[in-house]
């Protein structure tokens, strides 16, 4: 039976330790757990090796857990304080040994143990936590400080414990892990009693080697790419910026130009130009991060100024009727944090004026929102616009290119509003893994009291959409969070679809 110099020095180390882990092999014969693991299949294939394959659970400890190991629980600070009090002291007290966040712990948890009572408004020692024996999921810290421990090696009393600590958060962590275990066949056991001869033999066929010739007379390894290898987990970009470089690489394709601008922004830009009206909710704190230092920007030139100033009061030359108020400058000229790309795009527009002009911008953007699932107070926006001799039925067909290109078969659109563009439309996409039309982005043309004011006089075409609600679908994620926590082995398996 022709066997490899590998496979010979794994036989041999079985027959020295009896049942080992590739790991163990590894070690006693210092060749590559990769080499050990290619042996041992192939060894199995022979009928020289039985492998064991179980589950397991690697126990280790989490920060909790590290600085519990340092400190002591919080449960046993406060036992040990109020031994040192005569076995009991006010609540009140606990301060001078825990944080405010750890004292409901302790007393939460000296009532389970049964290590303490309350009786008005003092903390008294029960006869078991007079004595201060350490309780079995403090002995497990202690076991878990020395290194990780598997699962299988606990005892009753140590799973018990464990439960009570994995009832804590961050304290301790469970990775799942195959284990292995070899030992010798018979037949592989006779192989071993009969001795081993290692041979030289040529494992890779290098340049050198085969200029030299050095092959010649040599054993030359077999080599089966069917072989289980190594988990390779080299670096690769973030998930949320895989898409939004597609989403670049789209728009380029398209024959956009990207354009960019600043986080920082004037209510001007952000809102007036876009012919928002100075008392519209979307301006209110609850909905616009505004800025301290500086609480104020700059403004365009005077002519632009004016112009917006008319289209709010009265609609100038637009034939609107304006919003009817008194439009104020101080109030424009307020910073904040943008919350919107459409602030970039406006500006680019008031700039350039001249069609044809076609450019996306792909940056954050800002929003007072309470952290949920489903909503961040930072987030990424994409947008596109068009400007010339175009029409409402060209931007249909330039959002229907654009959603195909992001791989979305079916597109259809309704009706919707938004105060800078009329008409105004909402994108829906199909989700064949959901079975159902979701809301991916809106668009429209801006109106003309958006447009005139900045002296352009040909439609503009207009779309953006929320780049953290499409990867989350495209990412199978029910929690927007997720996105941004560092989990990685989240982001090792991460695939965009």
Not at 225 to 230: E, G, I, Q
Not at 232 to 239: E, V
Not at 373 to 399: M, N, R, T
Request: hydrophobic share 40%; proline share 4%.
């Amino acid at each position: 039976m022709e066997l490899s110099n590998n496979e010979k020095l794994v036989l041999k180390a079985l027959g020295e330790l009896g049942k080992a882990s590739p790991e163990e092999i590894a070690e006693h014969t210092r060749i590559s757990i990769s080499a050990v693991n290619r042996a041992l299949y192939w060894l199995v294939r022979k009928g020289l090796v039985e492998v064991d394959e179980r589950e397991d659970s690697i126990i280790s400890l989490d920060e909790e857990g590290k600085l519990y190991v340092e400190k002591g629980l919080p449960e046993r600070r406060v036992l040990e304080f109020l031994r040192s009090r005569g076995g009991e002291a006010e609540i009140s007290a606990l301060g001078e040994v825990l944080d405010r966040s750890e004292v409901n712990i302790a007393l939460g948890w000296l009532r389970k143990k049964n290590l303490a009572n309350i009786s008005k408004g003092k903390l008294v020692l029960t006869e078991k936590g007079k004595r201060g024996d350490k309780t079995e999921d403090e002995k497990l810290l202690e076991r878990l400080a020395q290194g990780e421990v598997m699962l299988s090696q606990l005892s009753g009393e140590e799973r018990s414990a464990l439960e009570l600590l994995k009832r804590r958060q961050h304290v301790v962590k469970l990775e799942e892990k195959s284990l292995k275990e070899a030992r010798l066949a018979p037949r592989g056991e006779e192989l071993v009693a009969e001795g081993i001869e290692l041979e030289e033999e040529i494992s890779q066929l290098t340049h050198e080697i085969i200029k030299s010739q050095a092959w010649r007379g040599k054993k030359l390894r077999r080599y089966d790419v069917t072989l289980p290898a190594p988990e390779l987990l080299p670096a690769k970009l973030h998930p949320l910026r895989i898409i939004i470089d597609e989403i670049r690489s789209i728009f380029l394709q398209m024959g956009f130009k990207e354009i960019s601008g600043p986080l920082v922004e004037s209510s001007f830009w952000n809102f007036d130009a876009l012919f928002v009206p100075q008392d519209h909710p979307a301006r209110e704190m609850q909905d616009t991060f505004y800025l301290e230092k500086p609480s104020l920007a700059r403004l365009p030139d005077k002519e632009t100024v004016e112009a917006v100033k008319r289209a709010h009061e009265c609609g100038a030359d637009t034939g609107s009727t304006g919003w009817r108020y008194s439009w104020s400058e101080e109030v424009a000229r307020t910073a904040l944090l943008r919350t919107h790309t459409t602030a970039t795009t406006i500006r680019h527009l008031a700039a350039t004026r001249k069609p044809p002009i076609k450019v996306f911008c792909v940056d954050r953007v800002f929003r007072k929102e309470r952290i949920t699932f489903k909503h961040l107070p930072e987030f990424h926006q994409v947008e596109g616009i068009v400007v010339g001799d175009v029409s409402f039925a060209d931007l249909l067909g330039l959002l229907r290119e654009f959603y195909s290109k992001m791989g979305f078969e079916r597109v259809r659109f309704r009706p919707g509003y938004f105060p800078y563009t009329e008409p105004s439309l909402e994108i829906e996409v199909f989700f064949p893994d959901r079975g159902k039309w979701l809301e991916l982005g809106g668009a429209g043309i801006f109106r003309p009291e958006v447009t005139e004011p900045l002296g352009i006089r040909h439609p503009v075409l207009a779309w953006g959409l929320g780049i953290e609600r499409l990867a989350m679908l495209r990412l199978g994620l029910e929690d927007i969070r997720e996105l941004y926590m560092s989990d990685i082995s989240w982001l090792r398996r991460a695939k965009v679809r």
